[in-house]
């Protein structure tokens, strides 16, 4: 059985993707995630984001994708 590709995203690909639904082309993931969302806390990103109950790297993985 293959792994779920939303488990295989790695910081880089995390921030490639966040910076394609913004305009600010910053090389960190906490950047992105204050100029996307604006924070960068782990729990807060998940409470916008919406917490399903799933693990917080499962989430921020979904959320990405959808972008």
């Known amino acids: 059985m293959a792994a779920d ?3 295989k995203l790695s910081n ?3 921030v490639v993707k966040l910076a394609a639904s913004t305009t600010k082309p910053f090389d960190k993931l906490s950047d992105q995630l204050v100029e ?3 924070t960068s806390r782990m729990s807060e990103v998940v ?3 919406g ?3 799933e693990p ?3 989430i921020i993985n979904d959320y990405l ?3």
């Open 5 to 7: 590709p939303r488990l």
């Open 51 to 53: 917490n399903s109950g």
């Open 12 to 14: 880089q690909q995390r």
């Open 56 to 58: 917080r790297y499962k």
């Open 65 to 67: 994708n959808s972008l």
């Open 47 to 49: 409470a916008k984001i």
């Open 36 to 38: 996307k969302l604006g």
